[in-house]
């Protein structure tokens, strides 16, 4: 008995390529939004606590959009704690970021986010505000 392997040509087809090769581009990143702590409380009692990154944007007279990143170690907090209803102020150096929040047994959420903004590049205070039923969650989370 013999063992034989026979090999057949393979045919191969080119088809030449329309897609162009992408190199990897050298465009500068944003840099990373530094995360704070904000805390309101009443007494002992902290009412609200918020942990994030904060970025604002606005679209400047040339209708181009302007990036401003609050830095949470230059930042003034404030607010008050309510039964129903706690604000939290956060101020920084050409603005101000305000929220509501609603505590409707058995969840909370923020009902209101307003803002104020100057923009370094023209000197104009711009004002934004949304009154939207947001981040809902049950209370003692978040």
């Not at 944007?57 to 907090?77: D, F, G, H, K, S």
């Not at 008050?80 to 706690?86: A, D, E, N, R």
């Amino acid at each position: 008995m013999t063992n034989t392997t026979t090999t057949h040509p393979a045919t191969q087809t080119t088809v030449p390529s329309t897609a162009m090769t992408l190199r990897p581009t050298s465009e500068p990143q944003p840099a990373p939004i530094p995360t704070g702590t904000y805390i309101v409380s009443n007494g002992t009692r902290t009412c609200v606590k918020v942990v994030m990154g904060l970025q604002l944007m606005a679209q400047n007279t040339q209708e181009q959009m302007e990036y401003v990143v609050v830095n949470p170690n230059a930042t003034l907090i404030y607010g008050s704690c309510g039964m129903v209803q706690s604000e939290l102020n956060i101020t920084f150096s050409g603005g101000h970021v305000n929220f509501t929040f609603i505590k409707q047994a058995p969840s909370y959420y923020v009902s209101k986010i307003e803002t104020r903004l100057q923009l370094s590049s023209e000197g104009m205070l711009y004002y934004a505000a949304i009154e939207k039923k947001l981040f809902t969650t049950k209370l003692g989370n978040s």
